[in-house]
């Protein structure tokens, strides 16, 4: 019997590759005798119909097995933040261009077919929350699952702001502004910002100074369960942008004071059997591209 009876597929709307792609899935699926249900705007793409359960996904996400995310990064991005409360692993097909989460090729259903069956790899990736705080009380959050970034916004000027680690100070900055990535995210928007690649099994964040005024700012690799403090100087708050995964954005209240902190949710990330991780970095990245074998 198949380790998953009831699945959702999303995906990135208005993509023809994607819709034929899942449209395929739904049949291939579906003859095997698995319930399929669709993220509401991936249903009417595909003009599905037959019964089938389509509603939006964070209705669905509560009662579903697996969920099948076809496209890019973002759209699994996306698609993660709302179904990692429940516990939902995700699979990701890649239609998009340069896929560190997605890694299933579409033409490979046999991949996808074992991983129903239960073959498969689950990893549990770490996810941050922003939390914007005024007078102690937090009046916003928002999860992320690659990155947390404080940047200028409309300004010419570097921000200045101060990091605090567990009630701790850590440093004063004056800087075009901040990612604070997990494992995940490090091969995103922190990396091209000269951060550190993490293996996502470690239990850590990364503290990556965008543009700084001082050389010796460099980033800070801290344990995953430390709480990061960002207290933004005042003439500088109008100025600050903060965005979680870039695809939610919170507004900083007067005190200028932004909390980072880990998730209690982790996302169940799945992988087909014989998945390596450093496969997927020496394909994306090129390593020993006309280097000789050892």
Same mark, same amino acid.
């Given at each position: 019997?198949?380790?998953?009876?009831?699945?959702?597929? $999303?995906?990135?709307?208005?993509? $023809? +590759? *994607?819709?034929?792609?899942?449209?395929?899935?739904?049949?291939? =699926?579906?003859?095997?005798?698995?319930?399929?249900?669709?993220?509401?705007?991936?249903?009417?793409?595909?003009?599905?119909?037959?019964?089938?359960?389509?509603?939006?996904? #964070?209705?669905? #996400?509560?009662?579903?097995?697996?969920?099948?995310?076809?496209?890019?990064?973002? $759209?699994?991005?996306?698609?993660?933040?709302?179904? +990692?409360?429940?516990? *939902?692993? %995700?699979?990701?097909?890649?239609?998009?261009? =340069?896929?560190?989460?997605?890694? *299933?090729?579409?033409?490979?259903?046999?991949?996808?077919?074992?991983?129903?069956?239960?073959?498969?790899?689950?990893?549990?990736?770490?996810?941050?929350?922003?939390? %914007?705080?005024?007078?102690?009380?937090?009046? +916003?959050?928002?999860?992320?699952?690659? &990155?947390?970034?404080?940047?200028?916004?409309?300004?010419?000027?570097?921000?200045?702001?101060?990091?605090?680690?567990?009630? &701790?100070?850590?440093?004063?900055?004056?800087?075009?502004?901040?990612?604070?990535?997990?494992?995940?995210?490090?091969?995103?928007?922190?990396?091209?910002?000269?951060?550190?690649?993490?293996?996502?099994?470690?239990?850590?964040?990364?503290?990556?100074?965008?543009?700084?005024?001082?050389?010796?700012?460099?980033?800070?690799?801290?344990?995953?369960?430390?709480?990061?403090?960002?207290? *933004?100087?005042?003439?500088?708050?109008?100025?600050?942008?903060?965005?979680?995964?870039?695809?939610?954005?919170?507004? =900083?209240?007067?005190?200028?004071?932004?909390?980072?902190?880990?998730?209690?949710?982790?996302?169940? =990330?799945?992988?087909?059997?014989?998945?390596?991780?450093?496969?997927?970095?020496? #394909?994306?990245?090129?390593?020993?591209?006309? #280097?000789?074998?050892?």
């Amino acid at each position: 019997m198949p380790a998953f009876q009831r699945i959702a597929i $999303t995906g990135k709307p208005n993509d $023809t +590759a *994607v819709i034929e792609t899942i449209r395929k899935l739904i049949e291939r =699926l579906e003859d095997e005798g698995l319930d399929v249900c669709l993220d509401a705007a991936m249903g009417a793409a595909t003009e599905s119909g037959d019964g089938r359960d389509i509603d939006d996904l #964070a209705s669905l #996400a509560g009662h579903i097995d697996l969920l099948i995310v076809v496209g890019g990064d973002g $759209t699994l991005l996306h698609a993660a933040k709302i179904v +990692a409360p429940h516990g *939902v692993p %995700v699979l990701g097909v890649n239609r998009g261009r =340069l896929g560190f989460l997605v890694d *299933v090729s579409p033409d490979r259903f046999d991949e996808i077919a074992r991983v129903v069956d239960g073959d498969m790899q689950v990893e549990q990736r770490l996810m941050l929350e922003a939390r %914007v705080l005024e007078d102690g009380r937090v009046i +916003a959050r928002s999860p992320a699952l690659n &990155e947390v970034v404080l940047q200028r916004w409309n300004t010419s000027r570097m921000i200045e702001f101060e990091t605090w680690i567990d009630g &701790e100070p850590c440093n004063r900055h004056r800087s075009d502004g901040l990612i604070v990535s997990t494992p995940t995210g490090s091969t995103a928007y922190a990396l091209s910002g000269g951060g550190p690649i993490m293996h996502p099994g470690i239990n850590a964040v990364a503290m990556v100074p965008i543009s700084p005024h001082t050389l010796s700012n460099r980033p800070l690799v801290i344990s995953a369960d430390s709480r990061i403090e960002v207290r *933004v100087q005042p003439d500088s708050i109008a100025q600050v942008h903060v965005n979680c995964d870039s695809q939610s954005d919170l507004t =900083l209240s007067p005190d200028g004071r932004l909390e980072i902190v880990a998730s209690p949710h982790r996302l169940r =990330l799945v992988h087909p059997p014989g998945h390596r991780y450093f496969d997927i970095l020496r #394909a994306k990245l090129h390593w020993g591209d006309g #280097a000789p074998p050892c």
